[in-house]
């Protein structure tokens, strides 16, 4: 029996696969390639090129393989274009969801974990960000991935697909060995941007505002080496699998880091000079964003191993080196 992993040729399903591989288990990806990479799905995994809006493709996975449960990475993941393009996230984040439950319901698979946001709080009332906190999300993308919670809570409601949604804000990292690491089109994440300034493919980082009531002025974030997110997500997996209820479940890392503090600790990692310009604020950022994770070490077990900001960055470090293009460029 397989696991199906939605969205597994890109950075976190890869490296959940990678995970799941390294724990023996038997792994099918399925990935319509619009933001994954074929060359981060391993030659010995079965990839199912295809899209969750495709009840075919779906039909013809499931038909075709033995299937036990499903983790689902698949969706657009921008909040700028979630805001000028509403309807994409909602066609794509909420209708392929749906469809992707139409046929677990059909072929009968009872188990989900499903890839969420802390954008599902939207403005956070308190830090850390707890489960129970309020969900008002302020764009599009949360709004969706919160309504596909609701979703799945319905669908456990009347047909027994148990679930876990998993929600955190920033993956980030690379795997230990090199293998695998992040490669957006086009980057919007803030280590592997410094990390380009410091490779000379960017001439500087900018700095959004510097005036935050935070210790030195800019926005403090939570980061989380991807790995330890993937081992959260086969832990939440297993613990359904175990008979467990379907819950939510928060993913941080106990602190947050602020964007001179990762500016810092990469000029140490990688002993380049990184040029800072500062800028006007973005609208929107919040000063401080954190979620706790104290549920999901209490109930999952979690032992997130790479928590320190300077070994994500080192792993981080190691892929873009050795990529400097990104899988497009081996």
């Not at 981060?40 to 899209?51: F, I, Q, R, S």
Request: with cysteine.
């Amino acid at each position: 029996m397989a696991i199906l992993v939605c969205g597994g040729a890109g950075y976190i399903g890869s490296h959940t696969v990678a995970r799941l591989l390294e724990k023996g288990k038997e792994v099918i990806v399925f990935d319509n390639l619009q933001k994954g990479h074929r060359e981060a799905v391993p030659e010995n995994v079965k990839l199912c090129v295809g899209d969750l809006r495709d009840k075919d493709a779906l039909d013809k996975v499931f038909s075709e393989n033995k299937i036990e449960a499903i983790i689902d990475f698949a969706a657009d993941s921008l909040v700028g274009e979630s805001v000028t393009e509403p309807l994409k996230y909602y066609n794509n984040n909420m209708y392929g969801t749906m469809c992707l439950l139409e046929k677990m319901k059909e072929h009968g698979i009872k188990y989900i974990v499903f890839s969420s946001t802390a954008a599902t709080y939207g403005e956070p009332e308190s830090i850390p960000i707890m489960e129970t906190d309020r969900t008002m999300p302020t764009n599009p993308y949360g709004e969706t991935k919160l309504s596909v919670e609701k979703m799945l809570k319905w669908s456990d409601n009347a047909y027994g697909i148990k679930y876990t949604a998993l929600r955190y804000f920033n993956a980030a990292g690379a795997h230990i060995d090199g293998h695998i690491g992040e490669d957006h089109s086009p980057e919007s994440h803030l280590i592997p941007i410094i990390l380009e300034v410091a490779l000379g493919k960017r001439e500087k980082i900018f700095i959004f505002g510097n005036d935050y009531p935070t210790e030195d002025g800019t926005c403090v974030r939570d980061y989380i080496h991807v790995t330890d997110l993937a081992d959260a997500h086969i832990l939440a997996l297993e613990r359904l699998q175990n008979g467990e209820e379907s819950t939510v479940f928060n993913l941080g890392n106990g602190k947050g880091f602020s964007v001179k503090e990762v500016i810092e600790v990469a000029r140490k990692v990688t002993g380049r000079t990184i040029t800072v310009e500062e800028a006007e604020r973005r609208a929107g950022d919040p000063a401080v964003l954190i979620a706790s994770s104290e549920k999901a070490v209490k109930e999952l077990g979690w032992k997130p191993e790479y928590n320190s900001l300077e070994r994500i960055i080192e792993s981080a470090w190691k892929w873009h080196v050795n990529n400097p293009d990104g899988f497009g460029g081996k």
